[in-house]
């Protein structure tokens, strides 16, 4: 089925009018309409601009318009619903957006337009990006294809979900503090983290400005490079965007790992790991020593202390950047009679209570006495955790480590009380603190049920090359991206 190809592989079938954009789009609708509706991966999606998008590409193939040209010609892409697509909702998964259409384009879609792609339709997500299951959304909960009893993880369960469950061929997310790689090793797929700047924010709703990154869910670690040379680059719109050159992704795919220093930090295996986590990620880990990486053990001392710091700094940038959702400038608006209760009307209706937690937390952080007792300590140990990853990356060119300490939890299992939330993050959120590129490539499957587990590599910041080189040469001697979820029949009810 056309669904289920990679984008390598469908591009390579258009330029040799194999098959058509068309019918590769009608593959990945009739594939919603399929399943969809127990996974609930879609927030929306316009099945008749996507195969007007469709025809437009498979007339620039006709007019003989390169890969060289437009990388993504023709391939139908799902982008999270907190990334703005002009005349598309942006609803960020919140009643606070329920009818918001986005007037404008981000960067990131601006390139993958550019680059032909078909854009099918808006992923679902935990509201504003803030949970790590993606039930928090306003619009219903996304199930894990691979057991619909489970999250998917989150935020960008959706994106993840999709892209396993063969909905579209790649998925845009973001990750904040592993809201990409998190799903992505829940669900079986590709999540790449970039480095910090290296892709435009411009267009991606902010949560928590110093911590959000634009990445992507594929189906194999090529589909990654390849999505990542297209919408990475300088955005003179966002001042956090980096100015240097995009390398060939792709290309580097091929450079092999034979003597490659990848650091095994033990405060990372020292944890409580389930005990087929700690399985999969070991027996992945001998296999790049096979392949030849030398493994080094490394230390990260500050990792400990990971999950609180990520706690207060992204509170409390949350809390300010949502500031803009008042009822007043744009958005739900629920009339008072005064200024004040217009403003609390519409943030107690149009906000959830995830939302409202973290706002709440993250005001008092930035309150006159929890400013200097947490943010600016947490600032502090930031800034211990970067350097702990400069003084290791010295000595390898990159790290390696589980994505989670555990497999999927059942839907509802963690919902009265985040903390759990909140620790299934705790090897993904180093890298949102300290700014480095991450990515998660399928290990393996707990045994009962049978569930992803996904290994994570991190590069030092604009080194995507290395992790995705280190992910590829894993993924072409094992077969664990290759497997599909078993999905229910269409129509079956979800237990």
Same mark, same amino acid.
């Given at each position: 089925?056309?669904?289920?190809?990679?984008?390598?592989?469908?591009?390579?079938?258009?330029?040799?009018?194999?098959?058509?954009?068309?019918?590769?789009?009608?593959?990945?609708?009739?594939?919603?309409?399929?399943?969809?509706?127990?996974?609930?991966?879609?927030?929306?999606?316009?099945?008749?601009?996507?195969?007007?998008?469709?025809?437009?590409?498979?007339?620039?193939?006709?007019?003989?318009?390169?890969?060289?040209?437009?990388?993504?010609?023709?391939?139908?892409?799902?982008?999270?619903?907190?990334?703005?697509?002009?005349?598309?909702?942006?609803?960020?998964?919140?009643?606070?957006?329920?009818?918001?259409?986005?007037?404008?384009?981000?960067?990131?879609?601006?390139?993958?337009?550019?680059?032909?792609?078909?854009?099918?339709?808006?992923?679902?997500?935990?509201?504003?990006?803030?949970?790590?299951?993606?039930?928090?959304?306003?619009?219903?909960?996304?199930?894990?294809?691979?057991?619909?009893?489970?999250?998917?993880?989150?935020?960008?369960?959706?994106?993840?979900?999709?892209?396993?469950?063969?909905?579209?061929?790649?998925?845009?997310?973001?990750?904040?503090?592993?809201?990409?790689?998190?799903?992505?090793?829940?669900?079986?797929?590709?999540?790449?983290?970039?480095?910090?700047?290296?892709?435009?924010? &411009?267009?991606?709703?902010?949560?928590?400005?110093?911590?959000?990154?634009?990445?992507?869910?594929?189906?194999?670690?090529?589909?990654?490079?390849?999505?990542?040379?297209?919408?990475?680059?300088?955005?003179?719109?966002?001042?956090?965007?980096?100015?240097?050159?995009?390398?060939?992704?792709?290309?580097?795919?091929?450079?092999?790992?034979?003597?490659?220093?990848?650091?095994?930090?033990?405060?990372?295996?020292?944890?409580?790991?389930?005990?087929?986590?700690?399985?999969?990620?070991?027996?992945?880990?001998?296999?790049?020593?096979?392949?030849?990486?030398?493994?080094?053990?490394?230390?990260?001392?500050?990792?400990?202390?990971?999950?609180?710091?990520?706690?207060?700094?992204?509170?409390?940038?949350?809390?300010?950047?949502?500031?803009?959702?008042?009822?007043?400038?744009?958005?739900?608006?629920?009339?008072?009679?005064?200024?004040?209760?217009?403003?609390?009307?519409?943030?107690?209706?149009?906000?959830?209570?995830?939302?409202?937690?973290?706002?709440?937390?993250?005001?008092?952080?930035?309150?006159?006495?929890?400013?200097?007792?947490?943010?600016?300590?947490?600032?502090?140990?930031?800034?211990?955790?970067?350097?702990?990853?400069?003084?290791?990356?010295?000595?390898?060119?990159?790290?390696?480590?589980?994505?989670?300490?555990?497999?999927?939890?059942?839907?509802?299992?963690?919902?009265?009380?985040?903390?759990?939330? &909140?620790?299934?993050?705790?090897?993904?959120?180093?890298?949102?603190?300290?700014?480095?590129?991450?990515?998660?490539?399928?290990?393996?499957?707990?045994?009962?049920?049978?569930?992803?587990?996904?290994?994570?590599?991190?590069?030092?910041?604009?080194?995507?090359?290395?992790?995705?080189?280190?992910?590829?040469?894993?993924?072409?001697?094992?077969?664990?991206?290759?497997?599909?979820?078993?999905?229910?029949?269409?129509?079956?009810?979800?237990?």
């Amino acid at each position: 089925m056309l669904n289920q190809l990679t984008i390598s592989e469908l591009t390579a079938k258009l330029m040799r009018r194999e098959v058509s954009s068309r019918e590769a789009t009608q593959a990945c609708l009739e594939q919603i309409a399929r399943v969809d509706g127990q996974l609930h991966a879609f927030i929306s999606h316009d099945a008749a601009d996507a195969l007007a998008q469709a025809d437009r590409a498979d007339a620039a193939v006709a007019r003989g318009v390169t890969l060289a040209e437009q990388p993504l010609l023709g391939v139908p892409i799902a982008i999270k619903d907190v990334i703005a697509v002009q005349g598309q909702p942006l609803s960020c998964a919140s009643r606070m957006l329920a009818s918001f259409v986005s007037p404008y384009d981000a960067t990131a879609i601006v390139k993958l337009k550019a680059a032909g792609a078909v854009i099918l339709g808006r992923l679902n997500l935990d509201e504003f990006a803030m949970g790590n299951s993606t039930e928090t959304s306003a619009f219903g909960v996304t199930r894990n294809p691979w057991d619909l009893t489970r999250v998917p993880g989150g935020s960008s369960g959706g994106s993840a979900a999709a892209v396993a469950a063969d909905e579209c061929l790649a998925a845009l997310g973001s990750d904040t503090g592993g809201s990409i790689r998190q799903p992505a090793a829940w669900c079986g797929c590709v999540g790449l983290k970039p480095t910090y700047g290296r892709v435009s924010r &411009y267009g991606l709703t902010a949560v928590a400005s110093s911590l959000d990154q634009i990445g992507c869910c594929t189906k194999d670690t090529r589909d990654a490079a390849i999505l990542l040379g297209v919408i990475a680059g300088h955005d003179v719109r966002d001042g956090t965007s980096l100015p240097e050159p995009v390398p060939d992704y792709a290309a580097a795919l091929s450079g092999g790992i034979q003597g490659m220093k990848v650091g095994l930090p033990r405060e990372f295996m020292a944890m409580a790991l389930a005990p087929d986590v700690r399985q999969a990620v070991e027996a992945a880990v001998r296999q790049l020593a096979q392949l030849g990486a030398d493994i080094v053990e490394i230390s990260l001392p500050h990792t400990e202390y990971a999950v609180a710091t990520y706690c207060v700094i992204a509170a409390a940038e949350a809390a300010a950047n949502l500031a803009r959702f008042d009822g007043i400038r744009y958005g739900q608006r629920v009339a008072g009679d005064n200024p004040l209760e217009l403003y609390s009307r519409t943030r107690g209706q149009g906000f959830g209570a995830e939302v409202k937690r973290r706002i709440l937390f993250g005001t008092q952080v930035l309150s006159q006495d929890g400013y200097e007792r947490y943010f600016r300590r947490a600032q502090k140990v930031r800034t211990l955790m970067s350097q702990d990853f400069r003084q290791a990356f010295a000595k390898v060119a990159a790290v390696v480590a589980p994505v989670t300490p555990t497999a999927p939890f059942k839907l509802g299992e963690k919902t009265d009380d985040p903390l759990p939330g &909140y620790l299934s993050r705790s090897f993904t959120i180093p890298a949102n603190l300290a700014g480095l590129c991450g990515l998660s490539v399928p290990c393996g499957f707990t045994s009962a049920p049978q569930l992803p587990v996904g290994l994570q590599l991190l590069g030092p910041p604009l080194q995507e090359e290395i992790i995705l080189r280190l992910a590829h040469a894993y993924e072409q001697s094992t077969a664990w991206h290759r497997a599909k979820p078993p999905l229910a029949p269409a129509g079956a009810a979800p237990a």
